[in-house]
């Protein structure tokens, strides 16, 4: 191996073991503020999704912790205690119908595809240690999208419009807060292979495509 070589794979090793730790402090945060809606949640149905997907993020972080400590990762957060907190306040501050729009179509949705860009890319173990968080994240988009659907079918249509309207919005508020944590994701997924203006592509795109989805009426 010569010494470039040896450099590029270090590079991905630290930059790798920087997004496992960033994808679990996500997850650990999404599992605790959908634990903490289970008691306000309108009805069984969606008290009975967000329980499972507190046992699905558990499962998830367990999952990488796991991988992370034979991988070698460094332990170290991405992401401080404080940004955590700012991140929880901001979810818990929020009404039903922003929750799931906040939750599902951005952090669930937008952020898997990012998490999906990088697994052709990964190592052997890496991609394993996503396969099944990957998998469920897919339930939780549809727990997010049909539900957020079924509320929006009972608004108004002025309402509903509005709403509607008010989503991309959203959407780059909470990207804008994202990037302003000081965490250079382009460097990181940069070394890790990932072309960065086509993952964005690709994450605008699947934007276009959520919104599109719950936009549609509901199913009869
Ligand atoms: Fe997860
Ligand atoms: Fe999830």
């Known amino acids: 191996m010569n010494l470039l070589h040896r450099k590029l ?4 090793r630290d930059a790798m073991g920087q997004l496992l730790v960033l994808y679990t402090q996500v997850d650990r945060l999404i599992m605790e503020a959908c634990a903490e809606r289970i ?69 669930e949705a937008l952020g898997s595809d990012a998490v999906e860009q990088v697994v052709p890319l990964a190592d052997p173990g890496t991609k394993e240690s996503l396969r099944i968080p990957l998998q469920d994240e897919l339930d939780h988009i549809a727990f997010g999208v049909n539900r957020l659907k079924q509320e929006l079918s009972h608004m108004a249509p002025a309402e ?13 508020m909470l990207n804008q807060s994202f990037h302003g944590m000081g965490l ?18 690709s994450v605008l795109q699947r934007k276009d495509e959520v919104l599109k989805e719950v936009s549609e009426p509901l199913a009869a």
């Open 39 to 107: 008691a306000s949640a309108p009805d069984e149905a969606a008290k009975l999704g967000l329980a499972k997907q507190v046992g699905d993020e558990s499962r998830h972080v367990n999952i990488q912790r796991e991988w992370m400590e034979k991988f070698g990762t460094s332990e170290t957060p991405v992401i401080s205690e404080q940004q955590e907190k700012a991140i929880l306040d901001h979810f818990r501050q929020l009404d039903w119908l922003d929750f799931l729009a906040d939750m599902y179509l951005c952090v």
């Open 9 to 12: 794979e270090s590079d991905y």
């Open 160 to 172: 509903r419009e509005a709403f509607l309207d008010r989503i991309p919005e959203r959407i780059r």
């Open 184 to 201: 250079n994701v382009k460097v990181l997924f940069e070394a890790v292979g990932a072309d960065y203006g086509e993952l964005c592509k």
